[in-house]
């Protein structure tokens, strides 16, 4: 028999107005002490003011939320019972905080009384988060007296969660833009019931929206030209580090998931060049959007006291790689003047040395069939026929898998690149085009990378899912391994387009790269750091769902990629160690 629940009551307030303010996606790990919570969204969803996604595990719900955010901008809601449950969220609050991306965090607990004294499920879960919370508020339980005042409280967390700052002494945050938020949610028995329609709400809480600070106005850094200058667009860095470097005339170093990865000025090669006394050598001036993580290269360069390092502000933590470097909001710079030859000169270098590396490498880069073949003898014709034909069946390299995937994809489509060695390949050769790539380089962990592609892949093919293409994942063995329980879609929800792509070498090949194979034991290498398994992934696909495809030819690959099938497939792709 149904009771009224101020619990619940609470719960459907505060939802409705998270709703109101423009929150979309809403993703519930169940448990018991967030009932209300759980089934206030989904009435919400019923009347079709939210999308609700059910997952079992916190730490893909955690992702989940983050790729829902990442693709839609706007704050995706995470719900969780209380004890591990909310501990599991803490890798994806931690990227969420490092990249900037708005996320709120719902987590259920018992009333503050039981805490510390062995009751069921119970810690402390206030700031549980640190840090990496731009706002939190331990919320005290509703009851039969009255309740904290649901609108105050989703106006602050969506305040915040977008990278505002209010007036409320709750807690110090918009210093560095969007990010997470955690409403930790004290809830008394009867956890459900009927809503009280006249439950009063309790003086001395937020009883209005919040006072929102402007923020504060940093002027706009002008850079006159003279320096040797370059432009290093690192993850997230956005378009606005493609227009400066088209703007000025300055050669354009942006990694793969900058989002600048285009352009006339772009220097596809800048790692080689970077370390060559002639262009990188000469750099008296960088200016740094995003956040750089896919080359040791750049760091070095921004490390020298002889290069005047300017750092654009952009979401999620500061990227400071010196402490005397110039912070700015927004830069603008003269207009490249191209009667000047030195800065002509300058410019030109860079971008044809760059195309010449391109044009020298080997057969993973070179385009097939561009040839003019009209004067060709029926042999010469014959000749080149048996090449291409080698070239599809050959051997699929680590470059060639991420080419491949990266031609694939167009504007309508979602490319998410995990962490692994195949977005440093990727980002050593792949060419300029102008698509929307994601990667989660924050702190750039192999965690929640399949969780994070469909939340990329729900929130851009929700609104009209014949206007969207397909969402790819280009990611390692290690990687789909660490997150296999993201490949979970419970029954009932919805299965978007979506094609994981595994490059499979066995183990963590990213290390045979580094000092420690040199240094190490290889038998306590193997073991220790290059973790082989023997995982069927068929198996793994076909348990949770997933159609598998196994290609070990370019052709192959190449048509798997062409047509994915409708829903959830993963592609396989062998790779020798």
Do not use: C
Not at 209 to 231: D, N, S
Not at 350 to 358: E, I, K, M, P, T
Not at 546 to 563: C, I, M, P, Y
């Amino acid at each position: 028999m149904s009771v009224p629940s101020p619990a619940a009551t609470f719960a459907a307030r505060l939802v409705d107005e998270l709703s109101r303010l423009g929150v979309r996606h809403a993703v519930v790990a169940p448990g018991s002490r967030s009932q209300a919570l759980a089934l206030a969204l989904g009435e919400l969803e019923a009347r079709g003011a939210i999308a609700v996604h059910v997952r079992i595990d916190e730490r893909d719900a955690g992702f989940l939320a983050l790729g829902l955010a990442l693709e839609s901008g706007a704050p995706a809601l995470v719900v969780t019972t209380s004890g591990t449950a909310v501990a599991n969220l803490l890798p994806a609050v931690v990227e969420a905080s490092h990249s900037g991306v708005p996320m709120i965090v719902l987590s259920s607990d018992r009333p503050a009384a039981l805490r510390g004294t062995g009751s069921n499920q119970t810690t402390w879960q206030p700031g549980m988060f640190g840090r990496f919370a731009r706002f939190e508020r331990d919320v005290v339980a509703p009851d039969a007296e009255g309740m904290p005042d649901p609108v105050g409280l989703a106006a602050i967390a969506h305040t915040a969660a977008l990278g505002g700052a209010t007036g409320d002494a709750g807690g110090a945050f918009g210093a560095a833009g969007p990010g997470p938020v955690h409403l930790n949610l004290q809830f008394a028995e009867p956890l459900s019931g009927t809503l009280i329609p006249d439950l009063p709400v309790r003086s001395g809480t937020p009883s209005s929206p919040p006072v929102v600070r402007e923020p504060i106005e940093r002027p706009v850094l002008h850079l006159e030209r003279g320096p040797r200058t370059v432009v290093v667009a690192g993850h997230g860095a956005g378009e606005a580090a493609a227009e400066l470097a088209a703007s000025a005339g300055w050669p354009l170093l942006a990694e793969v998931s900058s989002g600048s990865r285009f352009g006339p000025d772009l220097v596809v090669a800048y790692r080689e060049l970077l370390a060559d006394a002639e262009f990188g050598g000469l750099v008296e001036r960088a200016v740094v959007f995003g956040r750089p993580t896919l080359s040791r290269q750049v760091p070095a360069l921004l490390a020298r006291a002889d290069v005047e390092v300017v750092v654009v502000r952009g979401p999620g933590e500061p990227v400071l790689p010196r402490s005397d470097a110039v912070v700015a909001d927004a830069v603008t710079a003269d207009p490249f003047d191209r009667s000047d030859r030195e800065a002509r000169a300058w410019l030109g270098r860079w971008v044809f040395a760059s195309r010449g590396l391109l044009d020298a490498a080997d057969d993973d880069i070179a385009s097939v069939g561009e040839v003019d073949a009209g004067t060709w003898d029926l042999a010469d014709r014959r000749d080149y026929a048996k090449g291409e034909l080698a070239a599809l069946r050959a051997p699929i390299t680590r470059r060639a898998l991420g080419l491949a995937v990266w031609r694939a994809s167009w504007p309508h489509d979602r490319l998410l690149l995990g962490a692994s060695r195949l977005i440093r390949e990727l980002d050593a050769v792949a060419p300029g085009k102008r698509i929307p790539v994601h990667a989660n380089r924050g702190v750039a962990g192999i965690d929640g990378t399949v969780s994070t592609g469909l939340g990329l892949a729900l929130a851009s093919q929700t609104a009209d899912p014949r206007g969207v293409g397909v969402t790819r994942v280009l990611l390692g063995d290690l990687a789909v391994l660490h997150d296999a329980g993201g490949l979970l879609v419970p029954r009932g929800e919805r299965r978007p387009r979506m094609q994981v792509i595994v490059g499979n070498d066995g183990g963590g090949t990213i290390f045979d790269g580094l000092e420690v194979a040199g240094s190490a034991d290889p038998a306590s290498f193997d073991r220790l750091m290059y973790t082989p398994h023997d995982v069927d992934l068929e198996s793994l696909a076909a348990a949770y769902g997933w159609q598998h495809q196994r290609v070990t030819g370019r052709g192959a690959l190449d048509q798997a990629l062409a047509s994915p099938p409708p829903g959830l497939s993963l592609v396989e792709v062998p790779l020798s160690r």
